[in-house]
């Protein structure tokens, strides 16, 4: 690498000059590698907020796969060279193993270090300029989620908030335009009979790439009006888990179980079957490996895979 690079954006990176105690002697855009994070981690102020592994590892991920942008933010250093804003990029740059470009700022008013990311953080919702941005940012969200357990092997990924970067969730939404198109289908199921919309939308937006997309206006009728259903009518198993309330807890284990049973009911309904009963049994808790849902629904440490949409 050069010491000096422009790419097209029209941002000039250089590598800085510092100063006899490592940090650069003026502010600017700069490629910072693992040897420059470490060496300024080194100057880290005392009293900075407690790290998170999480954010370390989203942020060393971001690097890795290329994904990371510079923006306003910067790396900041104070008037007497302390390291009062940046710690996790750092860190993440280190994990990563990769020379990524930051701005930084020194010189910065110590006093300002109080007031540094006190505020709340920016949802993707809050910068997606569609229709029903929550609800699309939330299903984009359980499509990764999905897209993960297929490449585990059906074995549940994690589903926690913050798992994914909003720029992977602006990719999902661009990639998944059904999204958009059934959002207010879903919202208007969620009206009818409680089922949650977010994971509604994106099984209705997998169901629509899948064998029996045609299906979907005849599920969709189901949930919202529940009529022209029998025993054993998928949809209606579906429809009276959501009436019941089953389905409202926001536990990580129980959206897993909602995602599951949403998914057996589409697949049922979409090959014209009928089932006995609906459900999807997870728990997150054990150590065990997946056991077939036929062992009874008392059996300890039951895991079913999640299923893909049909």
């Given amino acids: 690498m050069t010491d000096i690079d422009a790419p097209g954006d029209g941002y000039a990176f250089c590598v800085p000059t510092l100063s006899q105690y490592g940090i650069p002697v003026r502010s600017g855009d700069y490629w910072v590698g ?20 999480v954010r370390v590892r989203r942020y060393a991920k971001a690097m890795a796969e290329g994904r990371w942008k510079l923006t306003h933010q910067s790396i900041a250093f104070d008037e007497k060279g302390r390291l009062i804003d940046g710690q996790h990029r750092l860190l993440a740059v280190i994990h990563s193993k990769t020379v990524v470009p930051m701005r930084v700022h020194v010189g910065a008013d110590p006093s300002t270090f109080s007031v540094i990311d006190t505020g709340y953080g920016r949802a ?64 208007r199921i969620y009206r009818a009979c409680g089922s949650s ?14 064998s029996n997309p045609k299906a979907i206006e005849s599920f969709s009728e189901k949930m919202i009006l529940g009529e022209d259903m029998s025993k054993g009518d998928p949809v209606l198993l579906l429809r009276n ?69 049909y």
């Fill in 197 to 210: 919309s977010t994971n509604m939308l994106a099984v209705l937006a997998q169901a629509s790439r899948g």
């Fill in 34 to 53: 693992a040897d420059l994070a470490t060496k300024w981690l080194e100057k880290n102020l005392e009293g900075n907020r407690k790290t998170s592994a």
């Fill in 241 to 309: 888990r959501a009436i019941a309330r089953m389905d409202r807890s926001l536990s990580y284990r129980d959206k897993t179980v909602l995602y599951g049973t949403t998914v057996k009911a589409w697949n049922a309904h979409a090959r014209g079957e009928k089932l006995k009963f609906l459900r999807f049994i997870y728990d997150e808790k054990s150590e065990e490996g997946m056991l077939p849902v036929s062992a009874g629904k008392g059996s300890t440490g039951m895991r079913e895979k999640i299923p893909e949409v």
């Fill in 124 to 187: 993707a919702s809050q910068f997606m300029r569609v229709a029903n941005a929550n609800i699309v940012k939330g299903a984009a969200r359980i499509i990764l989620f999905a897209e993960q357990c297929k490449v585990n092997g059906g074995e549940v990924a994690h589903m926690h908030r913050g798992t994914f970067d909003n720029d992977v969730i602006f990719e999902t939404v661009d990639q998944w335009p059904e999204l958009q198109e059934y959002s207010a289908n879903a919202s």
